[in-house]
């Protein structure tokens, strides 16, 4: 048996090891360009009584909807779908089991990686005795999808799928696939008790170096509690997989690996996962001196890498660099792929390290656009205040109006639209959240004080 069919057959098993399958030995089937994927995804949703948006949803979330030519992600798992074969996850081999495809198909082959998501949602709905007509409703598909992510602890699991669905609120237009936003209440079941990662307890905000963290500790078999030598450099990664699948496989017993921090694409969240007194293990034999800092997303795929992410790592960095008088520069903050010793070639050609270090230094090469909408009677005013956040004008329009605060250059959903001028506050950490602007002048009705 050839080396790859070997391989995968083994992955049907629930047995491939992460290391085990090179990156060169998997090419897709189809030439890039061939494939429908808008129409694998209608086909999937139809055979499995899946809604389509849950479908494409979860992909987005995975992969942005890229196979990636069929090379594994971090924790090994492969496809649109992140069909994962590791000590926790069996998804790829349940796929095999209950579609009758070939790992191998079900890893390179995309609308076959599709059907296998479906029939493995499918199968996990089927056992929650989701039927009938409440399989259309996608919001009833909470915990089946939140099975799906197989994460290592209730409150990552809560993250990855409440990532799904503000994917499925905001809607999704990429390679083809177009779901329009659909507003869908999510019945969390016997996650709604569960504290959402990012809620900050006492000993949480103590426990973190960077005040914008969120505090998630990476299992202790993952790095090497204490240093031996002075940190001189921070290291950027990117993750090679999603933010909260990033976050669960460093909790993982298996993974034998870890990074100080995690940072989101889509807000640029901060989560911490090693405290930087101890070390990470992110770049073997240069673990000692370093610090690192994972970026959600693929290399090979810049659409991960927003202004969002690069002004909150930049924020890290910065902090960082500052706290410890590690100088500024390009020969002290480098790239995983930059160290000696390393197979990695992370952050890759897509990262824009001339962008991100004028950041890093304090610099803002590309300021944001501050503007307005108001709601109401139907009426949609913009009009753009000073930088400094004081009125330029006040808005014609009705009285009584819902005001929005914008940023340029965040996609975000209120209101039921989706667009990149909408943008949430920042917080003062230094990341984004989900808190608007509804609170009009009393002076000049209509304006928002910002």
Known sequence: MPRLSALLAAA?????ALSALPSSAVEPTQPAGSIDISAAFTSAATKYDVPRELLVG??????HLDGHNGEPSQD????VMHLVSNNENHTMSEAAKLTGLPVEKLAKD?????DGAAAVLDSYADAAGLQGDARKDSGRWYEVVAKYSHSADAPTARLYTDEVYRIIGAGVRADGVT????????QRGKFAKVAPLGTRSESSVDAVDYPGAIWNPACTCNYTVGRTQAITKIIIHVTQGSYAGTISWFKNSAAQVSAHYVIRSSDGQVTQM??????????????????????????DQPSWFTDAMYRSSAALTRNIADRRGIPKDRAHIMGHSELPNQTHTDPGPNWNWTYYMQLVNGGDPNPPTYNFTTYGSGVRVRATPRLNGTILTELPGPTQVFVTCQVQGDTVTAEGTTNNWWAKLRDQGGYMTNIYISDPNPK????PVC
Do not use: C, F
């Open 274 to 299: 090693v405290a930087e007194k101890d070390k990470a293990w992110h770049v073997g034999s240069e673990n000692g001196y370093t610090i690192g800092i994972e970026h959600e997303g693929y290399v």
């Open 58 to 63: 979860i992909g987005y979330a995975e992969s």
């Open 444 to 447: 000049l009705p209509g304006v």
């Open 12 to 16: 049907a098993a629930g047995a491939l």
């Open 179 to 186: 779901v329009a936003p659909k507003q869908v209440a999510p």
């Open 110 to 114: 995309t609308p076959s990686n599709i």
């Open 76 to 79: 090994n798992g492969y496809g």
